[in-house]
């Protein structure tokens, strides 16, 4: 049996490694900001989950929140960092409110969690935390730029971490899924105000993802994924979800090394 704590349980991945986890006989501490989606899941499973509330911008509450999980069930095995949105919009369009916004849950709100679940993981000699990112972590495309930002540095921020708490028994995962059957571009979205000057370039950006997600994974199925990932006895630092992200990542890699290859001179004239 594994304890786990997810956040952004109210539909999607969390909702449904939420009741993949409970399924199998493990407990879980879902949070989410509302938590009415979760009451079914209370009436089943009333001794192996606690329903928390929690805005993960919010630091204090975030603490607060990990604490009550780790005394509420004793300990934390597995926890996993899923809340957060997409916000559209091209770079000159974002207001300085909706970039702040995006940063501050995709990216501080999976630190929050992070550093407050640590000294629980430390105490008792291991754990697995798991970042949920995005192809988008490491590569980009037109109108979600600020999504891209806090993507990548939650995958840099990750990176460091693995190294760090490795000696503590602490595995490190970072997810990357493709398109998925979510709701991540519909209402829980967030869009700027656009500038005609992009519409050109919108149109072309829409166009690309929507031959990029053409065939779009199945959030369950993801489920038997994320479970085969925790009960790993050597669990990736990387891995990806869906069938689209490794050519994207094939083609985007091989252009930065061949850019790289092809201005070395200039590289190396730089160092003096």
């Known amino acids: 049996m594994k304890t786990w704590l997810i956040t952004g349980t109210s539909r999607g991945f969390g909702r449904e490694w939420t009741v993949a986890a409970l399924e199998r006989g493990d407990r879980v501490v879902a949070t989410a900001r509302n938590l009415d989606s979760l009451k079914d899941l209370e009436e089943r499973h009333s001794e192996s989950i606690l329903a928390l509330a929690l805005d993960v911008t919010d630091r204090s509450s975030v603490f607060d929140v990990v604490r009550r999980g780790f005394e509420h069930f004793g300990r934390l095995d597995v926890v996993v960092n899923n809340a957060g949105y997409g916000q559209f919009g091209m770079i000159e369009e974002l207001t300085e409110g909706e970039l702040r916004d995006q940063i501050e849950t995709n990216l501080f709100g999976a630190l929050w969690v992070t550093q407050a679940a640590l000294p629980f993981l430390r105490e008792q000699g291991g754990g697995h935390i798991v970042q949920v990112s995005s192809i988008g972590g490491i590569s980009a495309f037109p109108n ?129």
């Not at 105000?193 to 829409?206: F, Q, T, W």
């Not at 199925?221 to 994207?248: H, M």
């Open 144 to 272: 979600i730029g600020a999504y891209h930002a806090s993507k990548w540095a939650l995958e840099g921020f990750s990176q460091a971490l693995a190294q760090e708490v490795a000696d503590f028994g602490i595995r490190v995962t970072v997810i990357e899924p493709g398109g998925f059957s979510t709701d991540w571009g519909g209402s829980s979205a967030r869009h700027a105000s656009p500038l005609p000057a992009y519409d050109g370039v919108r149109d072309k950006a829409a166009e690309f993802r929507r031959t990029r997600t053409q065939s779009q994974g199945d959030p369950s199925a993801s489920a038997r994924a994320v479970l085969k990932v925790i009960d790993s006895e050597n669990p990736p630092l990387r891995v990806f979800f869906g069938d689209g992200p490794l050519q994207i990542a094939t083609d985007d890699y091989e252009s930065r090394l061949a850019t790289w290859r092809a201005w070395e001179s200039v590289s190396i004239e730089a160092q003096g």
